[in-house]
């Protein structure tokens, strides 16, 4: 009788502890973060594409540029890393709040409209009043 209930316990110990261990090793990351990653990939190569640098210069600061290139570094290196399941939901939460106020598409048609057509096109300067983006 006192094995059984030796061979009970230790079962049931064993069954938490690789209960425990497997919570605590972590999952691959949220759908919306590798999302959030992705546009944040895309904005980076606008920024820096050749259609595109003389607006964005104008739209955004050389500030919120590097801001935009740390960002999506940052989020790589995040997203390499295996995520603890206590944190998941937190973090999922914050890349879907980032991605609502990324807000891509409409960076994406403002540095489209505030292309020049020409390279002594004015209208550039007053860009960066006109569109007021929170990346």
Same mark, same amino acid.
């Given at each position: 009788?006192?094995?059984?209930?030796?061979?009970?316990?230790?079962?049931?110990?064993?069954?938490?502890?690789?209960?425990?261990?497997?919570?605590?090793?972590?999952?691959?990351?949220?759908?919306?973060?590798?999302?959030?990653?992705?546009?944040?990939?895309?904005?980076?190569?606008?920024?820096?594409? /050749?259609?595109?640098?003389?607006?964005?210069?104008?739209?955004?600061?050389?500030?919120?540029?590097?801001?935009?290139?740390?960002?999506? $570094?940052?989020?790589? !290196?995040?997203?390499?890393? !295996?995520?603890?399941?206590?944190?998941? /939901?937190?973090?999922?939460?914050?890349?879907?709040?980032?991605? $609502?106020?990324?807000?891509?598409?409409?960076?994406?048609?403002?540095? $489209?409209?505030?292309?020049?057509?020409?390279?002594? /096109?004015?209208?550039?300067?007053?860009?960066? !009043?006109?569109? /007021?983006?929170?990346?």
């Amino acid at each position: 009788m006192f094995e059984k209930i030796t061979i009970s316990i230790t079962t049931l110990l064993i069954v938490m502890f690789i209960t425990l261990y497997y919570y605590q090793s972590g999952t691959e990351p949220p759908q919306e973060c590798i999302d959030l990653h992705q546009d944040y990939i895309k904005l980076s190569k606008l920024v820096d594409s /050749d259609k595109y640098h003389v607006s964005a210069r104008k739209i955004f600061s050389k500030e919120k540029i590097l801001y935009i290139h740390s960002i999506e $570094k940052h989020y790589h !290196r995040l997203l390499k890393e !295996r995520f603890r399941r206590s944190g998941y /939901d937190d973090f999922k939460v914050i890349c879907i709040n980032a991605k $609502k106020t990324m807000n891509l598409p409409a960076i994406i048609q403002a540095l $489209k409209e505030q292309t020049p057509t020409n390279p002594l /096109d004015k209208k550039l300067e007053h860009a960066s !009043r006109q569109y /007021d983006f929170t990346i």
